[in-house]
């Protein structure tokens, strides 16, 4: 490569800058806004999904083994997050439900 057309792809690539600047940086706002919506333990939900799913691959099981553990993994670790929740709720039903009567 000569030292012309290096100043070309240069001059071509602040051109393209110039006109598509604002729609990479669209993107690159999308991209950091989509992982700070998520936040760590989504990231850390969708990692320990897709460690899953490779452990199973790599000990030799099929792509349909593999999502059908991926997605086991996925409710596994939803569920830890949300079990407070439901039981919260329960200790709440409890609390309002109307006691039947003994005879």
Same mark, same amino acid.
Do not use: C, H
């Given at each position: 490569?000569?030292?012309?057309?290096? /100043?070309? /792809?240069?001059?071509? +690539?602040?051109?393209?800058?110039?006109?598509? +600047?604002?729609?990479?940086?669209a993107i690159v706002g999308a991209i950091i806004g989509v992982i700070f919506s998520v936040g760590f333990a989504g990231l850390l939900i969708l990692t320990i999904a897709a460690v899953v799913f490779g452990a199973v691959l790599v000990v030799g099981g099929s792509v !349909? %083994?593999?999502?059908?553990?991926? +997605?086991? !993994?996925?409710a596994a670790v939803l569920f830890s997050w949300l079990w407070p =929740?439901?039981? %919260?709720?329960? &200790? &709440? =039903?409890?609390?309002?439900?109307?006691?039947?009567?003994? %005879?």
């Open positions: 490569m000569n030292k012309q057309s290096s /100043w070309l /792809w240069i001059l071509l +690539g602040l051109f393209a800058l110039v006109v598509f +600047g604002d729609e990479l940086l !349909a %083994v593999a999502l059908l553990a991926a +997605g086991v !993994a996925l =929740y439901l039981l %919260v709720g329960f &200790i &709440i =039903y409890l609390m309002v439900r109307k006691r039947p009567k003994t %005879v």
